[in-house]
């Protein structure tokens, strides 16, 4: 099992640059959640899908953010433009609604410049 | 709404010492509880899990956890802490709908890093 992928790994970028973060989801998993993990302020839920639905998205943190899932199989988190204080490591997880367990990938560590 | 609260930001321990992460939580109901483990550059590791059912359950690496209803809380233990153990450890909880089946969004504590001495 592939587990989570996530991707790039690593992204550096200039202040008022698009970046697009990218998830692949375990397969059957029916949820998706994007976090934000930074010292200051822990782990942050940003958003989450069921079914590719939208259902939460009261942690994302401007309007700079937007996130989809056009397929059970793929998600992109979006920052445009971006700003040094989107530093962070921005982890996707998925999980089967009936069991409540995530499973987390290895992060996309994000430096704006 | 629910919450979880970790008491300790950090402890430490020397290798072969046991080892107890406390996890206080807020919730009106019966929850979904989780301990998760986050070395240094990796994703969050699902340690164990507690649904229903036994109250003392068993997880990866030789970790255990036990659900206290009376005192809120899920507190994970290890008999002898190795080397490799030193990590970063979130305590999460979910909750149930009327059908049994997770609302699916967790609610994870601040984290309790764990130093291991030789």
């Known amino acids: 099992d592939a587990g989570v992928i996530q991707s790039p790994r690593h992204e550096v970028t200039e202040m008022g640059q698009e970046v697009t973060l990218r998830c692949k989801p375990i397969?059957?998993?029916?949820?998706l959640f994007w976090y934000r993990q930074t010292m200051m302020r822990g782990l942050e839920l940003l958003i989450y899908?069921?079914?590719?639905?939208?259902?939460?998205d009261s942690g994302m943190p401007e309007d700079r953010f937007s996130a989809k899932m056009p397929n059970a199989s793929f998600s992109t988190l979006k920052i445009q433009p971006s700003e040094p204080r989107d530093s962070a490591v921005y982890f996707c997880?998925?999980?089967?609604?009936?069991?409540?367990?995530?499973?987390f990938g290895p992060g996309t560590r994000l430096t704006v410049t | 709404a629910q919450s979880v609260t970790q008491p300790d930001i950090h402890i430490t321990v020397s290798e072969g010492a046991s080892l107890e992460l406390r996890c206080n939580y807020s919730?009106?109901?019966?929850?979904?509880l989780f301990w998760y483990v986050q070395s240094p550059g990796q994703g969050l590791q699902l340690l164990l899990k507690?649904?229903?059912?036994?109250?003392l359950v068993q997880g990866i690496k030789g970790f255990e956890a036990e659900f206290k209803r009376s005192q809120s809380s899920f507190n994970l233990r290890k008999p002898s802490v190795h080397w490799s153990d030193a990590a970063e450890y979130f305590c999460?909880?979910?909750?149930?709908?009327?059908?049994?089946?997770?609302?699916?969004?967790?609610?994870f504590g601040q984290g309790t890093i764990l130093t291991v001495h030789p």
């Open positions: 997880a998925s999980s089967t609604r009936a069991a409540g367990e995530q499973y």
């Open positions: 397969s059957g998993h029916n949820s």
């Open positions: 899908f069921n079914n590719n639905v939208p259902i939460d």
């Open positions: 919730y009106g109901a019966t929850p979904y």
């Open positions: 507690y649904f229903s059912g036994d109250t």
């Open positions: 999460a909880v979910g909750r149930y709908n009327a059908g049994g089946t997770s609302y699916g969004k967790l609610t």
